[in-house]
Structure formats: structure tokens, C-alpha cells
């Protein structure tokens, strides 16, 4: 329970190191294409929202959270979004840059290939809507 934030903290930090990275290489360019500028506006959404979901999440189970279903359901819903967007942030920074960013040892590179190992770990990402979900029809049966 305590992990989940952390992981979803490391890999939200990878996205926004691959989200800096993609906006480095955009203002070298002479004339950036507008569908380029209008997809990194689209992962620094991702980035953001990914934070404010994480931070939020900490933010509502507080300093001293309950070591229970529903402490674990909020960080795992933190940690389920962070990951998943850092994922595909980091798919879009690839994307915006092309080949250059699939040079092994480039951050995004690098970027790319951690981010990979988000949904590894507990609870992935599908094991934590099983979790919302039966949390949900609980309390639907209680009303």
C-alpha cells in the first residue's frame, strides 16, 4: 500500500523527464509542425493529469492512512493512472520526435523502455479495476 505511490512517483518522474526531453528537441527545431506543438500540449496533459491523480490520491488518505481495502483502492487508482498515462506520454514524446529518439542511449530511449515495467507491479493496472469494480458493486448492494 505504501509502495504504490512511490512507483507511481518514479514513473511519473520518467514521463516528465521524457515530456522535458521532447520539448528540448522540439524548440531545436527551426519550424516545429503545429500537429507536433498540438501533441506535446497532449502529453503534457497526460503528465499533469497523472500528477494531480497521484497527488490527490496522497492528498485524500493523508499522512497516516488506514492500512485498509480503501486506502488500497485509492493508491492503487493513483498508481494505476500514473502509470498508464507515463506510458503513453512517453509513447506520444516518442512519436513527436521519430527516429532519433529510438537511438539506444537517447533519454527517450531510455525513457521508453522503463516506463514498460509500470503495470508490473502490484497491482497492475486490470487487477485494480477488479478491485474498484467489486468495491463499487458492494456498495450498490448496500444501497
Keep these: 500500500m505504501h509502495f504504490a505511490p512511490v512507483a507511481a512517483a518514479a514513473y511519473l518522474g520518467v514521463a ?3 515530456l522535458a526531453e521532447t520539448g528540448r528537441l522540439l524548440a531545436a527545431r527551426t519550424d516545429p509542425p503545429a500537429s507536433a506543438v498540438r501533441r506535446l500540449g497532449e502529453v503534457t496533459a497526460r503528465v499533469r493529469g497523472a500528477r494531480w491523480a497521484l497527488h490527490g490520491a496522497v492528498a485524500e488518505v493523508g499522512e497516516y492512512p488506514p492500512l485498509d481495502e480503501a486506502t488500497l483502492a485509492t493508491v492503487m487508482t493513483a498508481k494505476r493512472q500514473a ?17 532519433p529518439a529510438f537511438h539506444r542511449g537517447s533519454a527517450l530511449e531510455r525513457a521508453y523502455r522503463d516506463v514498460r515495467g509500470g503495470p508490473f507491479h502490484p497491482l497492475p493496472p486490470e487487477s485494480t479495476l477488479e478491485l474498484l ?9 448496500r444501497t
Excluded at 506510458?87 to 521519430?98: H, T
Excluded at 469494480?133 to 448492494?141: C, D, E, F, I, M
Design 83 to 99: 502509470v498508464l498515462e507515463a506510458r503513453a506520454a512517453v509513447d506520444g514524446a516518442m512519436e513527436i520526435v521519430g527516429g
Design 133 to 141: 469494480g467489486t468495491r463499487a458493486l458492494r456498495a450498490a448492494a
Design 16 to 18: 516528465r523527464g521524457a
